[in-house]
């Protein structure tokens, strides 16, 4: 707890130094720490924990960025939402932001939407699975359908619902198939979560 006391308020210069840095290696090492911090129990970073997800928001939406990349940033969201649930529900315009994003990832994406959360989320293959499984290159529907599911399952519904349902109704009556596809997607992931 002492060594977080001093990291934590360096974070928002790392984090600002490293938003305007396009070098994969810095960016990968940084959400290493952000995804080790969103574990951590200490007071002390509660207050930087919009800032973390914001930079890590900004990567994820970041289409110049390696998929891989993008996919740790996901799993910085994913792993805040799971460890820091009442802290990220209490943040509404935050959060109505990385639902945003998300459903926006679900629509542009080119791929189907149906079996993407169970295609690549290991914690749901077949144990039979394990020994032809290929480390695949994540998918931004893929990414986005597993956050929105940590999300579903670990944010309170008090703090989700009323934000994330409007945005499913709102898609599924559009014109835009691919508006519709992303609002089905997404009612799906919040109902199994």
């Not at 810095?26 to 080790?36: I, P």
């Amino acid at each position: 707890d002492a060594e977080l006391q001093v990291i934590s308020p360096l974070l928002p210069n790392l984090l600002q130094v490293s938003a305007h840095h396009n070098d994969e290696d810095v960016l990968r090492s940084v959400l290493d720490v952000l995804y080790d911090l969103a574990y951590s129990t200490s007071t002390g970073l509660l207050p930087h924990v919009p800032v973390c997800l914001e930079f890590s928001l900004a990567i994820l939406q970041d289409r110049n960025q390696d998929l891989r990349i993008r996919d740790s940033a996901a799993l910085v969201i994913a792993t805040t939402a799971e460890a820091k649930p009442k802290t990220l529900g209490k943040q509404p315009q935050l959060l109505s932001k990385i639902l945003d994003v998300l459903f926006q990832l679900m629509q542009d994406s080119p791929e189907s939407a149906a079996g993407a959360l169970l295609e690549n989320n290991p914690a749901w293959r077949d144990d039979d699975e394990d020994d032809d499984y290929v480390d695949e290159a994540p998918t931004e529907t893929g990414m986005a359908q597993g956050t929105l599911d940590m999300i579903a399952c670990e944010v309170p519904t008090k703090f989700v619902w009323n934000i994330v349902y409007p945005k499913c109704m709102e898609r599924m009556v559009s014109e835009n198939p691919a508006a519709r596809k992303a609002g089905v997607a997404g009612l799906g992931v919040i109902a199994e979560g």
